[in-house]
């Protein structure tokens, strides 16, 4: 089925340990983000592309750094854990600003 | 500083009863989506209302667009507990890098 998909959906870290949260869509969206959602809170965006090549930073970017070498891929990098982290992170993608489309979550904590 | 704020945040009713959440902020978006999010799951887009004073019904449910286009409602008629969730609203800014900026949420239960 066409939609995004992200990949780990679980993933248990330690402090100071490094990992990328993979997110990839087949339906050609230009526009793509990332946001965490902590327990019982709505979304904060914490980066955004709005095509392969360009990245910009949202509400919340301290802490991660992301790419954008093709349309299909946006990849959201963690160096240095750190318990604050610790949240659901959802990709999401839109092709004409029309409404999103998420992904599972990947559901993270660091210990 | 929330852009849009959403009220309640919490609402716990029996079913059958009807409710309405609101969807508020200081700010003009060109469009205004409403999600439900179930545990575990990411948020699915519930509907898109682009024109102020635009009315949108899906089965129960009810959406409304403000006339300048600031705010938003949601009603449901007869509430079931298949609608328990958490509801999100997002405006979106075409001339902000196409980005969606979304509530804290309402957390609905519906009680059978």
């Known amino acids: 089925n066409a939609g995004v998909t992200q990949t780990p959906k679980f993933r248990i870290l330690k402090i100071g340990q490094s990992m990328t949260l993979q997110c990839a869509q087949d339906?050609?969206?230009?526009?793509m983000y990332w946001y965490r959602q902590d327990p019982g809170m709505g979304l904060k965006l914490i980066y955004y592309s709005v095509g392969a090549g360009i990245t910009d930073k949202g509400e919340v970017p301290n802490g991660y750094n992301v790419s954008r070498s093709t349309t299909e891929d946006f990849p959201l990098r963690l160096e240095l854990a750190a318990p604050s982290q610790t949240s659901v992170y959802f990709c999401?993608?839109?092709?004409?600003?029309?409404?999103?489309?998420f992904g599972s979550g990947t559901r993270l904590t660091v210990v | 500083t929330q852009l849009l704020e959403q009220s309640p945040q919490f609402l716990s009713i029996q079913e059958g009863e009807n409710l309405t959440v609101y969807c508020n902020s200081s700010?003009?978006?060109?469009?205004l989506q409403w999600y439900r999010q179930e545990p575990g799951e990411g948020p699915v887009l519930l509907v898109t209302v682009v024109t102020g004073g635009e009315v949108k019904k899906l089965k129960r449910l009810t959406f409304q667009f403000g006339d300048a286009r600031k705010d938003s409602s949601l009603h449901i008629t007869a509430a079931q507990p298949g609608d328990t969730g958490l509801y999100l609203c997002a405006g979106f800014d075409l001339y902000n890098f196409n980005k969606f900026y979304f509530g804290s949420g309402t957390k609905l239960n519906v009680k059978p």
């Open positions: 339906m050609n969206h230009n526009y």
């Open positions: 999401a993608s839109t092709g004409q600003g029309y409404g999103y489309t």
């Open positions: 700010s003009v978006f060109s469009s």
